[in-house]
């Protein structure tokens, strides 16, 4: 089993940062990679970003581009959603996620995936507002 815990969410003005963090407790490997998905209210979760832990390689959905950083730092099993540049459409709750399996997904369309992950958070909350 693996448990994550989710911190780092809150209100922020457009425009504004905000930086989540996920560790990961329990049954971990380093070669085991993470991601971030949100959802939205009424909507579906989706995709965010997600980090290859191996090789350090990141996956990002086209509308975080350029604006939302992931990192990780092995030694602690955690990893990191930078967020800059928010805009009210960004508030969402967001879920980190856990792919156990030794880190078998090759490209960003394993990593979409919800059913590319094992464990989940269980969310922090991140309002934009205008």
């Known amino acids: 089993q693996v448990q994550l815990v989710e911190s780092g969410g809150g209100l922020v003005q457009a425009g504004g940062s905000l930086r989540l963090s996920c560790v990961a407790s329990?049954?971990?490997?380093?070669?085991?990679?993470m991601g971030w998905f949100r959802q939205a209210p009424g909507k579906e979760r989706e995709f965010v970003a997600a980090?290859?832990?191996?090789?350090?390689?990141?996956y990002y959905t086209d509308s975080v581009k350029g604006r939302f950083t992931i990192s990780g730092d092995n030694a602690k099993g955690a990893v990191y959603l930078q967020m800059n540049s928010l805009k009210p459409e960004d508030t969402a709750v967001y879920y980190c996620?856990?792919?156990?399996?030794?880190?078998?997904?090759?490209?960003?369309?394993?990593?979409?995936?919800?059913?590319?992950?094992?464990?989940w958070g269980q969310g922090t909350l991140v309002t934009v507002s205008s």
């Open positions: 980090i290859n832990r191996r090789d350090g390689s990141t």
């Open positions: 329990g049954r971990t490997f380093t070669k085991d990679d």
């Open positions: 996620a856990y792919q156990a399996g030794g880190g078998y997904c090759s490209g960003i369309g394993c990593y979409v995936a919800m059913a590319s992950y094992d464990y």
